[in-house]
């Protein structure tokens, strides 16, 4: 007889097929140094300030350029993968709250600030 899988089964499953797809497409994209996916490198992308809920994310991309940031979630859509946007992992809200079979895109790399607009409330870095 065989024996139904739990959902936390079915998930882990589910992760370990889609892990290489979404690495090999997007190591098309950016630099080596940029995407972090191993257990040891992505457990600090777990979750921001708000520290009592954790998920560690599939993926985690730094890109350095916008241009990287278009590629990555031009692969994550081709490929039907969530992607939670982080900026420096100090929010309280559990607004940045990883996927567990997405990308944590940080965009703790862009650092500087090109341009505010406070009427829409939008800063440009």
Not at 44 to 65: I, S
Request: hydrophobic content about 45%; glycine content about 6%; charged content about 15%.
């Amino acid at each position: 007889m065989n024996a139904r899988l739990s959902s936390q089964q079915a998930l882990s499953i589910e992760r370990a097929s889609r892990q290489p797809q979404v690495v090999a497409a997007l190591q098309r994209v950016l630099p080596a140094h940029a995407l972090l996916w191993h257990s040891e490198d992505t457990t600090p992308y777990e979750c921001d300030g708000l520290t009592a809920y954790r998920e560690r994310p599939l993926v985690v991309a730094l890109p350095e350029t916008h241009e990287q940031v278009q590629a990555v979630l031009k692969a994550c859509h081709a490929l039907a993968v969530p992607v939670v946007a982080r900026g420096a992992g100090t929010g309280l809200s559990g607004g940045a709250m990883p996927h567990r079979l997405g990308v944590t895109l940080s965009l703790a790399k862009f650092n500087q600030i090109l341009g505010i607009d406070p009427l829409a409330r939008t800063a440009t870095v």
